[in-house]
């Protein structure tokens, strides 16, 4: 990581994927750029990060955090909502959304408008020791998302609403890590708690131009909804 980061005057974190050890995996690349003496952190974070948050992948956004503000580096923290891109392949092939995400709302930002404000932060300056909230224009319930992947791929597209037991039930099936399924319960968890429904006005104020909406995602990339096509 040094060797990777050796002449660069910032570096621009997008946090590692998702595993057991990745706070290690961050702290590593965080400790070789001040080694090797960057002078400014971008982090690419998660909206809501907080050590006792919901969604237990958000909990690993904070640690992060709270190492690279313990540095004293330059930085400045992105936290992205969920992304419409993985929300639209939450639904499975015969048309369902399921979660325990219950009646709670999810401000889901679009990839290009969370690349528009990076770019905006990495060539601004007056970004130091600021954290933007970085979201689509409004936030939904997971049965209006339900809604317009069916109108976009021209069937029906049905949220199913699941109690937490449930939603461990049905991914026991992949055979997945406890870490990593409690991560993906713990996603829809949070949206039922409210902490993913906060709306910034960060992509219109950086890059001049609206936030995309969840259906105008839809309409821009239709290879994110393929596999509900029948």
Known sequence: MRAAVGDAGTLFLVSASEAPDRVREHFTAVDAAVAAGVGRIVYLSFLGAAPDATFTFARDHWKTEEHIRATGVRHTFLR???????????????????????????????????ADVVTAVLLGDGHDGVTYDVTGPAAFTLAEAAEELGRAAGRPVEYVAETQDEAYASRAQYNAPDWEVAGWVTSYEAIATGEMSTVSDTVPRLTGHPAQSFAEFLERNPDSYRHLKR
């Open 80 to 114: 992205d909502s969920f992304y419409q891109a993985a929300l639209a392949s939450m639904a499975s092939a015969d048309g369902v959304l399921q979660g325990p995400g219950g009646d709670g709302r999810v401000s889901a930002v679009a990839h290009d408008d969370i």
